[in-house]
């Protein structure tokens, strides 16, 4: 894990993660990561259009009802192929969000170089509950 300083500061001060892909099946990873990401003190909202409820909490299909409904959004991660990373990573943008944060396996340097010039902290290709549990275990958060 190599995370700047400003990547730490946003995962330290965030309030709000929106998962984006969240899976309502306890085994899949995307419902798993937000589970721990709530346990530990983070509001999550999850994007699924083709569900009303997740992990007990308001589902939505996109990032920008998701803004409307619940305020902002500090981080999005994303548990989607990359090719479908774009339009995710559109939405971030137009919401504001500081991280955009890509999960395991997920890599679109086209979107994050977007995300970039717009501003916007990205990683790629890493597990945010991985790096949170070694952040913690580090004592950075």
């Known amino acids: 894990m190599l995370l700047d300083s400003d990547t730490i500061e946003i995962i330290k001060t965030a309030k709000t993660v929106a998962v984006v892909g969240c899976s309502p099946k306890s085994y899949r990873d995307s419902n798993s990561v937000a589970r721990y ?31 409307e409904a619940e305020g902002p959004i500090q981080i999005v991660d994303i548990f989607r192929a990359s090719d479908l990373v774009s339009p995710h990573v559109k939405e971030a943008i137009e919401i ?10 997920v890599v679109n ?31 950075l958060l």
Not at 39 to 67: C, F, Q, W
Not at 111 to 128: E, I, N
């Open 96 to 105: 504001g969000a500081k991280l955009v944060w890509m999960q395991l396996g």
């Open 109 to 139: 340097e086209e979107a994050a170089l977007q995300a970039r010039s717009a501003g916007l902290t990205v990683v790629m290709d890493q597990c945010l509950r991985t790096v949170h549990k070694e952040l913690r275990r580090e004592r």
């Open 37 to 67: 990401l709530m346990e530990h003190g983070y509001a999550i909202v999850p994007i699924n259009p083709k569900h009303d409820m997740i992990l007990g909490v308001r589902s939505y299909r996109d990032l920008l009802t998701a803004r």
